[in-house]
């Protein structure tokens, strides 16, 4: 019933030049490959544009890793909900843990950033996740609770069904070491949980997705648990062989 969606996370990777090569290399790829999973690609800023382009009428999205809560204004730096639709943006990333880690996002402005990016028709990939101490001190279950409650503070409930989660755990980013499919799946079905003691319709319809060194090898068991409803990829999503084959996965 829901759609999984596998998202390929560029991070600050790919000139214009190489984001097509990778599109042209995807498409073809996906084909009739896809089933019923969703793609995506989020790439820095500069090649969105290129990217939705590409995509356009192949049913692959192009996310933006960030965005602006207010609409305009003197924010040097930022880019707003109506400057990622123009660029041909169907959603956003938002709260990644790199964000919050390296750039001082913050749960307050999480919870702005929510129903802006839903406002605009952007569908928002909210990530959430502990560090490695959290999860060693059994916290884990608690910090998910305390993210959650705070971005989504200003979302309606039946509205939740409309955000994305991806559950990430900081341990697994980028380091090869990914979630037992049993640690990601009972993370995933906590998230689920917390959203239907808001709203059990939405919650059987948000996608929470996976992301922490998803890979070909790893994808088919981790998108096979029944809470978790996609991935969002990072490393593995540089490389179109790699991310055309966790799509198929799921
Ligand atoms: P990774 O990154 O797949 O390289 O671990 C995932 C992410 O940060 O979204």
């Known amino acids: 019933m829901r759609r999984p969606l596998i998202a390929a996370n560029w991070k600050m990777n790919k000139t214009t030049a190489e984001a097509r090569a990778f599109c042209e290399a995807l498409l073809p790829r996906l084909d009739g490959a896809a089933g019923g999973a969703e793609a995506a690609i989020c790439p820095p800023y500069l090649a969105l544009p290129l990217v939705a382009g590409l995509c356009e009428g192949s049913g692959v999205g192009a996310c933006a890793q960030n965005m602006h809560y207010e ?59 502990e560090s490695e101490g959290e999860r060693e001190r059994g916290e884990t279950d608690q910090v998910l609770r305390r993210q959650l409650d705070a971005a989504l503070a200003r979302v309606d409930g039946a509205a939740l069904a409309d955000v994305v ?60 648990q029944s809470d978790i409803d996609g991935a969002l990829v990072g490393g593995a999503s540089l490389d179109p062989d790699d991310f055309a084959a966790i799509v198929a996965a799921a």
């Open 165 to 224: 989660i991806a559950y990430e755990p900081i341990w697994a980013i980028g380091t090869g070491r990914t979630a037992t499919a049993e640690q990601a799946n009972d993370a995933c079905g906590f998230i689920r949980a917390l959203v239907a003691a808001r709203d059990g319709g939405a919650a059987e319809r948000i996608r929470i997705q996976y992301g922490g060194s998803v890979k070909p090898g790893n994808a088919a068991e981790l998108l096979g």
């Open 71 to 129: 609409e305009s204004g003197a924010y040097t730096g930022e880019v707003s909900a109506a400057m990622l639709l123009d660029a041909g943006a169907s959603g956003v990333v938002l709260g990644h843990s790199e964000r919050r880690q390296y750039f001082g996002e913050t749960d307050e402005a999480l919870s702005r950033k929510l129903p802006v990016a839903l406002a605009a028709g952007l569908v928002p990939i909210l990530c959430v996740g």
